[in-house]
């Protein structure tokens, strides 16, 4: 990558070492080399929700577990790190997902992503289904598309589309596996642009997908006819990849290819002001209290000055350092909500088990009135991740449904979603091994309109030289959209 080193900022803060931050930081070292960089965080590690954890021969991961490769970034991040060999692809033995069904696991028809189906037999034939139920998702095919662009909830647009069973039986529990949020209100513009766009251009999902599919056949049977002329460049992957060695292994890379001095843990930024610099070029005053891990009579107060700040934490962190400089600014930033979930990670021995688990995990509807939100069968997605003949299964709790299980003792929440487990999985016994990972308020809610909200954000924030935002709070919540926010960020106050 070719490097500039007239970048205008010499010295840059960042705020918060979640992996937005830390791509942020590192894309600036790798840009202008002789940037100096501080990066602050209150809590005692770099990675934030991203950890892994080496237990009981387990490869545990306390958030996410993989990422997805139809976006570029988390693949490319990889590559310029120089870890790219560590991908590894989920096993193709089990790709195949679950549904819960009155108390019992049924195969997500074949075919069927996320929103819409891609064939109509496996839906016609599904036990998840009523009969009037599959006659209403055919009419689909029929329904007219939205007459204007206005945004909707994800609730109100399933509905719309495919009716009220496949919308509650199964974009319901696979939309909030992934968001933890209340379709309800979760913005399907913001969230799922796609498949408004496919309505707009095919008038209906089914046609949209069936077009979708052929593409992908034609461009998979180019791949194969390259594959054998030996004009294929690079490595191939499947849809989800993830690193031997966990996330840590990426955290832990980027940590050392920063320079020493640049990390300030246990240090929580407390305001942020801007100076004028002798230059006319506006710097901004950062003040912050280290020792965020000792008794507050033992902490010290710090103030710099900085020609460029990436915060890249949570909106309502943002929020309390910006709203003194800009009221509007603040409202905005207190309007996005958040959820969070608890993830527990429990280990079985095999002969526990007595469903099948041909599967990579199972997702369950809000009426089924369960703690659980999801389960991803970890082992059968990445066998090296327990012991041979053992199974790792993450279970999320939570969400928009009920956040207080996000920080309920794990003394209580154990029990509870063992005994949930049970039937699902014929279960026998007690976990020989359980990790808890608590997430209050990690995951932003992208509520109906928050497009709007972020395009004012970014209008208001664009009119204060040398100041970016980041994060999961505004254009995507995955670990990919994440590194990609604070590339973006670092390019913005370099301009």
Request: neutral net charge; glycine residues 8%.
């Amino acid at each position: 990558m070719q490097q500039d080193n007239k970048s205008t900022c010499r010295r840059v803060a960042v705020i918060g070492a979640g992996i937005s931050g830390l791509a942020a930081a590192f894309h600036i070292h790798e840009l202008s080399p002789e940037t100096s960089i501080k990066i602050f965080d209150p809590r005692p590690r770099a990675g934030g929700v991203l950890n892994t954890v080496i237990k009981d021969g387990l490869e545990i991961e306390e958030g996410a577990d993989n990422f997805i490769t139809t976006v570029p970034w988390g693949l490319d991040l990889c590559k310029r790190v120089g870890i790219s060999d560590q991908l590894i692809t989920t096993s193709s033995q089990y790709r195949q997902t679950f549904v819960v069904f009155r108390n019992r696991l049924h195969k997500l028809p074949e075919g069927f992503l996320m929103m819409a189906p891609t064939k109509m037999w496996p839906l016609a034939t599904t036990g998840l289904l009523s009969p009037l139920g599959k006659i209403r998702a055919g009419l689909e095919l029929f329904i007219p598309r939205k007459k204007d662009d206005a945004d909707e909830s994800m609730a109100e647009f399933g509905r719309r589309r495919l009716g009220k069973e496949v919308y509650e039986r199964l974009i319901e529990p696979l939309v909030s596996g992934v968001y933890g949020a209340n379709l309800e209100e979760l913005s399907v513009l913001a969230t799922m642009e796609r498949f408004r766009e496919m309505e707009k251009e095919h008038r209906s999902l089914i046609l949209a997908m069936r077009a979708e599919m052929a593409k992908r056949r034609k461009a998979e049977r180019d791949a194969k006819t390259a594959a054998k002329l030996g004009t294929e460049s690079g490595p191939r992957y499947s849809m989800f990849v993830t690193l031997k060695g966990g996330f840590s292994l990426l955290i832990n890379t980027i940590v050392d290819k920063l320079p020493q001095g640049t990390f300030h843990l246990n240090c929580r930024v407390t305001s942020l002001n801007q100076d004028q610099s002798a230059s006319d070029r506006p710097v901004w005053r950062v003040t912050w209290q280290d020792g965020q891990d000792k008794p507050e009579s033992e902490r010290q107060t710090w103030t710099e000055l900085f020609d460029g700040v990436i915060i890249a934490a949570p909106s309502y962190n943002t929020k309390e350092l910006l709203a003194p400089l800009n009221a509007r600014l603040g409202e905005l930033l207190g309007g996005i909500g958040h959820t969070g979930t608890a993830i527990a990670s429990m280990a079985f021995k095999n002969e526990q088990i007595h469903h099948p688990m041909d599967g990579m995990g199972a997702v369950v509807p809000a009426i089924e009135h369960s703690p659980i939100l999801a389960m991803s069968f970890s082992t059968h997605k990445y066998p090296h991740r327990s012991p041979e003949g053992t199974q790792l299964i993450r279970v999320f709790a939570g969400g928009a449904r009920d956040p207080s299980l996000a920080v309920m003792p794990d003394e209580q929440l154990t029990p509870l979603l063992v005994e949930k487990m049970r039937p699902l999985l014929k279960i026998e016994g007690q976990p020989f091994a359980v990790h808890t990972a608590h997430w209050p308020n990690t995951m932003p809610q992208y509520y109906v309109g928050h497009l709007d909200r972020v395009a004012e954000i970014e209008q208001i924030v664009n009119a204060m030289p040398g100041l970016a935002l980041a994060g999961n709070s505004y254009r995507g919540v995955g670990v990919p959209a994440c590194i990609h926010s604070g590339e973006q960020a670092a390019e913005l106050i370099r301009n």
